[in-house]
């Protein structure tokens, strides 16, 4: 039988919670931590919120993994997020050494590997899943805040 429990479950997970930002007037990424089939970290963007660069979901979901396991690395543990981590959140992910980032969409300015920002030698990763939707939710924010302003 299937597992259930699939990339593209976890992956729907996080645009979940990219949707709350999207609700909150935050860039909309989500991110989701898992371990053992287990979501054990869920954030996204707060940096509006908490006016607080640094408050990205893929830092806010460690931080939520770290306190859930009592301990600072994530091996044994896989990343969803709705976009490419940026640098920032790289080198955070690399510090937490956690074994698999899968992301969503892209981010052709920002993401690691056009800013050439290297993940942890053990760390697979993987690209693309539910891309369409990631971008659509993405694009949607921002014709919704051009047309705002």
Same mark, same amino acid.
């Given at each position: @039988?299937?597992? %259930?429990?699939?990339?593209?479950?976890? =992956?729907? &997970?996080?645009?979940?919670?990219?949707? =709350?930002?999207? *609700?909150?007037? *935050?860039? %909309?990424?989500?991110?989701?931590?898992?371990?053992?089939?287990?979501?054990?970290?869920?954030?996204?963007?707060?940096?509006?919120?908490?006016?607080?660069?640094?408050?990205?979901?893929? @830092?806010?979901?460690?931080?939520?993994?770290?306190?859930?396991?009592?301990?600072?690395?994530?091996?044994?543990?896989?990343?969803?997020?709705?976009?490419? %981590?940026?640098? @920032?959140?790289?080198?955070?992910?690399?510090?937490?050494?956690?074994?698999?980032?899968?992301?969503?969409?892209?981010?052709?300015?920002?993401?690691?590997?056009? @800013?050439?920002?290297?993940?942890? %030698? &053990?760390?697979?990763?993987?690209?693309?899943?539910?891309? &369409? *939707?990631?971008? *659509? #939710? #993405?694009?949607?924010?921002?014709?919704?805040?051009?047309?705002?302003?």
């Amino acid at each position: @039988m299937e597992n %259930p429990f699939d990339d593209n479950y976890f =992956m729907k &997970k996080a645009l979940q919670e990219a949707e =709350m930002a999207f *609700e909150r007037g *935050e860039v %909309p990424v989500g991110a989701v931590i898992v371990a053992k089939n287990r979501i054990i970290g869920r954030a996204h963007n707060l940096t509006e919120q908490l006016h607080d660069v640094t408050a990205h979901a893929e @830092m806010q979901a460690i931080t939520s993994a770290a306190n859930f396991l009592g301990g600072k690395y994530l091996t044994g543990c896989t990343l969803y997020v709705t976009l490419e %981590p940026c640098q @920032m959140c790289a080198g955070a992910l690399y510090w937490s050494q956690i074994s698999k980032i899968v992301y969503a969409a892209s981010d052709l300015e920002r993401g690691y590997s056009v @800013m050439g920002t290297t993940l942890h %030698p &053990k760390t697979e990763v993987v690209s693309g899943i539910l891309e &369409k *939707e990631a971008s *659509e #939710l #993405l694009k949607r924010f921002f014709i919704q805040k051009r047309n705002l302003n």
